[in-house]
């Protein structure tokens, strides 16, 4: 027989809910009616169900494709940007482009397009040699 899904309770929708509005677990979890005690822990603790994990997935992408946030149009955007004439870039100094700049860091790393260590999610094999020194076993006694 196969495994119903979990379904989301109130709480747990109210945190997916403010999660993808803030992406901030802790205060997610405090404005979803958990114990500000305990919100950063409830809050590491529910992303790390898989039921709650898709949902917050889903709500992302939703919202991304709604904002017609792509990571074409992100790499575009910083295309644009970095080639940018010394009068263009004055204009944008004058107009905040750092706000511009950290906001399209932040969804370019949100879209993986760069990453600041490598993940490995492949297996990783450990090989251990232990020899024995014949003078460590003289010494010995």
Not at 2 to 26: C, D, M, S, W
Not at 50 to 65: D, F, L, Q, Y
Not at 69 to 96: N, V, Y
């Amino acid at each position: 027989m196969a495994k119903e899904k979990p379904t989301l309770n109130e709480r747990q929708r109210l945190f997916v809910k403010y999660y993808i509005g803030t992406l901030n677990a802790t205060e997610s979890a405090k404005r979803a009616g958990y114990s500000p005690k305990t919100a950063a822990e409830i809050g590491y603790e529910l992303l790390k169900k898989p039921h709650i994990a898709e949902a917050v997935s889903k709500g992302v992408e939703k919202k991304m494709t709604k904002a017609d946030i792509s990571a074409e149009r992100i790499l575009d955007e910083l295309a644009s940007i970095a080639f940018l004439t010394p009068e263009q870039l004055d204009a944008l100094k004058s107009i905040k482009g750092g706000e511009k700049m950290r906001a399209l860091e932040l969804l370019g790393k949100y879209h993986t397009l760069f990453t600041d260590r490598i993940e490995n999610t492949g297996e990783v094999t450990i090989n251990v040699s232990l020899e024995d020194d014949e003078d460590e076993d003289n010494s010995n006694a």
